[in-house]
């Protein structure tokens, strides 16, 4: 409900701000009010805080923004991400990680219970360190290097971020310095580069992949290869493949296939393919898994939509037969090699 503020009329003035409790988090993170016929997703809020909102919109289509806290919750912490408020990456980082952990539960739990499945979590398994643990990222190429916008295409310079790996991290960095140097053009925003974390847990690698989008032909893009180049001379890069117009992938330099290490297990990843963004918790999630699976030695496992085999390999030692079913033919070749 609306308190305070200035209540706007049934078309809804651009800029309209109203002082809003909010309630609980929806399952894509905002928090859903109901203002004079209109649904609002609010963004930047955290239930049982009095803010002040933003409004956005017309029709049917609404969104909010938190422009200032009134009665803040006890979750609530400074992000630290000086452009959180602008990049498209994180969204939660006005909650401390246990709050984050707390509501992620509760949407899991109401999803559950919507399917009428059982909705009993007993333990939520933290990170040992919530921060720099992404081993996987979308940076995108213009006068400068970073990640998108929220609700846009427009790029967010980016020297580091705080939630990506150290590497990608440092990536950012050097492709920011090659950008001035003229080494890398400006792609505006029309050519993505994908970094993948890759390699044993002791000497992790960068496996690199550039994708044309927006309507930029990959191979009309202009120096490619001495983008390619550029880049796998850069420390810690292994890789630099492209995202051919059919979907394939074409090898630039280096080998295309990597392996990464997981706990006591070895997978082979393929340039662009879809992988789990947290090493940290991965082992825990397989041990568990392992454990809940009990298998007797002569069990049946099928493991659907397998990718590479995350699962099924996990399993393989202790089940008389493994079957992974995956569509994408280069996560299939992965998964045999």
Known sequence: MGRGGRRGTSGGARGERVDLQLGRFASDGTIVAELAGRRV????????ETARVALHGAGSHWRGDVVAVLEPAAERVAPRCPVVDR??????QHLDHAGQLKHKAAIVRRLLAGQRLPTRIDEVVPMPDPWH?????QIALAESAGFRERRAKRVVRLTECPVVHPLIDRLLEQVNRLIKLGEVPDYRGRLL??????GPAADRRLQLLLEAVD????????GLAETAAALVAQRGVESVSLREANGG????????????????????????????????????????VRRLAGLAGGDEVADLYGGVGVFGLALS?????????????????????
């Open 215 to 222: 309507g930029l032909a990959i191979d009309a893009a202009p």
């Open 133 to 137: 643990y992404r081993v996987r990222a």
């Open 41 to 48: 997703a609010v963004e930047g809020g955290i239930p049982t």
């Open 87 to 92: 990049c498209g990456g994180c969204e939660w």
């Open 317 to 337: 030692e202790a089940a008389g037969h493994v079957t992974v079913i995956e569509i994408e033919p280069v996560a299939s070749e992965a998964g045999r090699r």
């Open 193 to 198: 580069l994908h970094a993948q974390v890759v």
């Open 249 to 288: 992938v074409r090898a630039v330099e280096g080998d295309p296939f990597a392996t990464v290490e997981i706990g006591d297990l070895d997978y082979v990843l393929p340039a662009g393919a879809f992988f789990q963004s947290n090493l940290q918790l991965l082992p825990d999630l397989l041990a568990r």
